[in-house]
């Protein structure tokens, strides 16, 4: 989108400009503001004056974000009130009567239709503008890269000699012939011509732009039947020509560059020359050469043997794209964005560069995603680039690189793990690359569409490190989604299979490791208010495998939290609890209840006030053994010292305001209430605010109040009521009825 980027905020460690910010919302939201025509288009429902660069920003907007349509095109057919000069269409997907009603009446300058639909052919867009007398006169730059010449149907009836105002012309990666070039060389302004990749047999035309073109584009003219000295026979004779580019990334073995480098006197008002990819290139050819002409800016040497000789180092005011070093390499991907072949290669050797990168390159990483966003179907790009988008955002690195940068690499390699599901190295650098604290906690991408792509990454591969970040970076994505997207993905059957076959491995194994720990929090937050997720976990022996890991390490506290913790949240579902009510599990629970460890007494006791909680009929063992766990849960709480740290995170205290209406059981109360008191005195800004919008401080006043409070749980309801008393004096805040969740911790 080369016409509309100068226009636009790109800085990306500042934040994005109101202007774009806006544009945005517009064109997302476009049929908020409009009406439809009978045909279908869409029309501004107040005819609004836009200023003339923020119309031609709008449509960039629109089509580089894959907006425009047949229908979203048409609020520009009002040329009074939306005015096109610089119009960029480019992959948008328009038809050709669309194209004539909403562009062509406009005096356009430029026009970039760069890779749309073949539905809209070149001859298309040469008839529409022939609709617009002043558009022959006025339009001087038009970019028709990738387009359809024609249709085989019908011959072509308007040409390109019609635009007689035109300077510019890219005809790159077009079947575009010989006759057509007669026709082009007939402009009387044409300039600068790129025919690359094109069907052009025969240069012989250009002669009738000797006097005037400054710009000849020939990259990969792969059908040219001229010999190297009847090329260069036409090419020397341009005497005012000032860039020429007669690269080639398909490696062929003409000596075209080697012979024109060696020419004496040729090309004298030259100040740019690509012959990247070509053979039989030197230093000292190259070197000769510029010297021989001192306004030389620009020499293109990527894929050459030559650009090793300080004089070709690019670091002064000749640049120089190739592979000799960094300077170099970033010339090129920043020059070649569009060319495969050439992305390709710089990467390669950007690459061998990362490895030993210290500090934070955000002017690099930009180029890499330049290319990433250019060639997402192609493989070796994707390859490349993935493993340099590790080494340059890797440990520390990617604190230093801008957010909205890492946001859009971040949804790259997401893109990438989709169109090559099966690829295993690039998998691999994408979850590399993904598996970093800073674009985990920090980065806004799709954590959901993240979560998904992981998983099934995970229930394909058996690699051991690898398989340790996937659950890392499952658990950290799971705990942060909503509650409807982690229940989503926690009632796809097979992520909770594959989820407990690794605890199973580890658990036969009775290795305490990252991966283990790392799935069991996976799990955790998976089956957070979610009873299609503890359903699952249930119906495939978790609870089994569950007091198995726990006999596996009676030893480890934070296994242990993390079982538990899961448990309390298969315990707050109540249709579960008859699958709890077990004497074995019971008495593993009991047993944790009087650890010395706060953190597992603790989701111990939660586990036995959620299956005490709803009464003795639904009570179906040993009576007496729920009155002795009442009492123990009771004395226990009492006996908890307040831990120095937030111990637990919370989305939500839904679950809890059951528990508090249970009088009958103060144990049950007692533990509701002790959590609730936790978590307000270690965060009140977070948690009693929290509290306040769910209505907890009227419940919480219900149970203070209430006759049969027992004086245990009555303290800390005064006590967590303190709290919100004064978090409302210091913040104003009312106290509103809205629900949440509850977060666990990862």
């Known amino acids: 989108m080369a016409m509309a980027s100068s226009f636009l905020n790109t800085d990306d460690a500042s934040p994005a400009a109101l202007t774009d910010l806006c544009l945005t919302y517009v064109s997302q939201n ?13 029309c501004f429902r107040e005819a609004v004056l836009f200023p003339q660069e923020l119309a031609d920003q709008l449509l960039a907007k629109m089509a580089t974000e894959g907006l425009l349509n047949d229908s979203t095109v048409g609020v520009f057919r009002n040329c009074e009130y939306l005015r096109l000069r610089r119009a960029c269409v480019r992959t948008a997907r328009i038809s050709a009567e669309a194209f004539q009603k909403a562009l062509c009446p406009h005096r356009l300058l430029e026009l970039d239709a760069a890779r749309v639909n073949a539905d809209l052919t070149i001859p298309d867009i040469l008839q529409g503008l022939a609709t ?28 390109f000699s019609s635009l007689q105002g035109l300077r510019s012309l890219s005809l790159a990666n077009v079947d575009f012939y010989d006759s057509g070039l007669v026709d082009v060389c007939s402009l009387p302004r044409l300039e600068s011509l790129d025919l690359s990749n094109t069907s052009v047999t025969n240069l012989s035309p250009l002669l009738g732009l000797k006097e005037r073109l400054r710009s000849l584009t020939l990259h990969q003219l792969k059908r040219l039947e001229m010999s190297t000295a009847q090329l260069l026979g036409v090419i020397g004779q341009l005497d005012v020509l000032q860039h020429l580019d007669i690269s080639d990334d398909k490696q062929f073995t003409s000596d075209v560059a080697r012979q024109l480098l060696g020419q004496p006197g040729i090309l004298p008002a030259l100040v740019s020359l690509d012959v990247s990819g070509r053979k039989q290139v030197t230093d000292a050819a190259v070197k000769a050469f510029v010297e021989e002409r001192p306004g030389m800016t620009f ?27 960094e300077t170099q390499i970033c010339e090129a991907l920043r020059r070649y964005s569009e060319r495969e072949g050439f992305v390709r290669e710089a990467l390669f050797h950007l690459f061998s560069l990362t490895h030993v990168m210290e500090k934070p390159r955000p002017d690099i990483l930009k180029l890499v995603v330049l290319g990433m966003k250019n060639h997402p179907a192609t493989l070796n790009v994707q390859l490349a680039a993935s493993a340099c988008v590790f080494n340059l955002t890797k440990q520390d690195l990617a604190a230093g690189m801008p957010v ?33 604290d800073r674009i985990l906690q920090e980065v806004p991408f799709n954590r959901f569409e993240a979560a998904k792509l992981v998983m099934q990454w995970l229930c394909n591969h058996e690699d051991q490190n690898m398989q340790r970040m996937a659950v890392a970076i499952i658990s950290i994505l799971a705990a942060k989604l909503s509650t409807e997207q982690t229940a989503q993905l926690g009632a796809e059957l097979f992520i909770v299979k594959q989820l407990l076959h690794i605890v199973r491995q580890k658990a036969t194994q009775g290795m305490v490791d990252a991966t283990l720990k790392f799935t069991l929090s996976a799990l955790w937050n998976l089956t957070d208010e979610s009873p299609t997720t503890c359903r699952h976990f249930i119906e495939n022996q978790g609870l089994d495998l569950f007091i198995k890991v726990l006999e596996s390490f009676p030893n480890e506290s934070s296994i242990q939290q993390k079982v538990l913790g899961l448990l309390n949240n298969i315990a707050e579902v109540g249709e579960l609890h008859g699958e709890l009510m077990v004497q074995g599990f ?72 059951p528990l ?59 006590s967590i009521l303190e709290s919100l008393q004064n978090h409302r004096a210091r913040t104003g805040q009312p106290a509103p009825t809205q629900t949440s969740r509850r977060l666990p911790p990862q």
């Open 586 to 657: 019971l008495d593993h629970i009991r047993t944790l209840l009087h650890s010395q460890e706060v953190e597992v007494s603790y989701f111990a006791a939660g586990i036995l006030a959620h299956l005490t909680s709803r009464g003795e009929e639904a009570w179906t063992l040993s009576p007496d053994l729920r009155s002795s766990l009442l009492e123990q849960l009771h004395a226990v709480i009492t006996k908890w010292p307040p831990p120095e740290c937030e111990m637990v995170a919370y989305r939500s205290f839904n679950p809890f305001f």
């Open 30 to 42: 476009i049929e908020c503001f409009c009406v439809k025509r009978p045909d279908g288009s869409l």
């Open 299 to 325: 020499v293109g040497l990527l894929a050459t043997d030559a650009g090793f000789s300080d004089f070709l180092s690019g670091e002064g005011n000749l640049k120089v794209t190739g592979e000799a070093n």
């Open 404 to 436: 909205r940068l890492l946001s859009t690499v971040t949804q790259l390699l997401l893109e990438a793990m989709r169109t090559f599901p099966n690829h295993q190295q690039l998998q691999k650098n994408c979850l590399l690359s993904l598996c970093s």
């Open 132 to 159: 617009n007398k002043y558009c022959q006169e006025s339009l001087q730059r038009l970019v028709l890269t990738g387009l359809t010449m024609s249709s085989l149907e019908e011959p072509i009836r308007y040409r």
């Open 660 to 718: 508090l209406e249970c009088f009958h059981t103060p144990g049950v109360q007692l533990w509701a209430a002790w959590a609730m008191q936790h978590v307000c005195s270690k965060n009140a800004a977070r948690y009693c605010s929290m509290l306040l919008e769910e209505g907890g401080q009227q419940q919480l006043e219900l149970v203070h109040t209430h006759p049969q409070t027992h004086a245990d749980v009555k303290k800390l309801a005064k």
